[in-house]
């Protein structure tokens, strides 16, 4: 069966002697797991429309395995990202979150929009680390893994003083309802306010967000906690990062 579809690219590996794997985040069938026969011969028309985080309008036709990539188009290849180091970094970071966490062909257009619009927001406003833990909670929520930012989940309270995450129940307890646990991550006021913005507020509201670094950081690691704890995976690119910083 042949379909057309926008999708972005999340990976794309050699494969044989002139082909490539490709795993694809399209619009309509969600995650697909694809062939471009020979793309790596230096006059494929797929070359430019199969690279990883590019946004493309590809034709394919379903296979038993593996779908069968035929024709092509760019859509953006998001130059600025692709030309600063950090910017493709983290690109490639989102790329690895949604193949890491997204089953094969389960549409999630939700998402789908959101990761395009991430990519949009790092070629043209540059990086902020918001827009990435705000990738990450939306992926969460897409999973029906969204963390319980709103009140106490034992009693309820709205204003949680001293409010801890508890990961294997996936939100937050006041000090009275605590469960001592291994999954506890202990949370600044601050770091909680922002999580509950990047929950429900959009992209928009993050350039006048003003967050103080130990915020930042906090939030970086418990959104990484969970993450790895929901999905049981390690992100490379993201130790990559890490890595790369620390040697700066
Ligand atoms: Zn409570």
Known sequence: MYYRSR????????????????????EEKGKV?????????????????????????????SGRELDI????????????????????????????????ALLDKMPMPELYSCALSVLEYLDKKGFNPLVLRYFELQLLAGLGY?????????????????PVFNLAQGGIFCESCLDVSLHNVYLNGESLAVLRLLACGGLAAL??????????????????????????????MKKTIQLINKSQ
């Open 207 to 236: 350039n006048r967000l003003k967050v103080s670094p130990a915020a930042l950081k906090q939030i970086e690691h418990i959104l990484e906690l969970d993450l790895e704890y929901h999905l049981e995976r390690k992100f490379n």
């Open 69 to 100: 990539i035929t024709q092509g188009k760019l859509i953006d290849f998001y130059g600025n990202s692709r030309e600063d180091v950090v910017l493709s970094l983290h690109s490639l970071y989102i790329m690895e979150l949604i193949d890491k």
């Open 7 to 26: 999708a972005i690219v999340l990976k794309s590996i050699n494969y044989r002697d002139t082909d490539k794997l490709v795993s694809l985040f399209t």
């Open 146 to 162: 969204g963390p319980l930012l709103d009140a106490c989940c034992g009693c309820g309270r709205k204003d949680v003083k001293k």
């Open 33 to 61: 797991r694809s062939i471009a026969r020979g793309v790596q011969k230096p006059k494929s028309s797929l070359r430019a429309c199969t690279q990883p985080f590019c946004h493309s309008m590809l034709h394919l036709s």
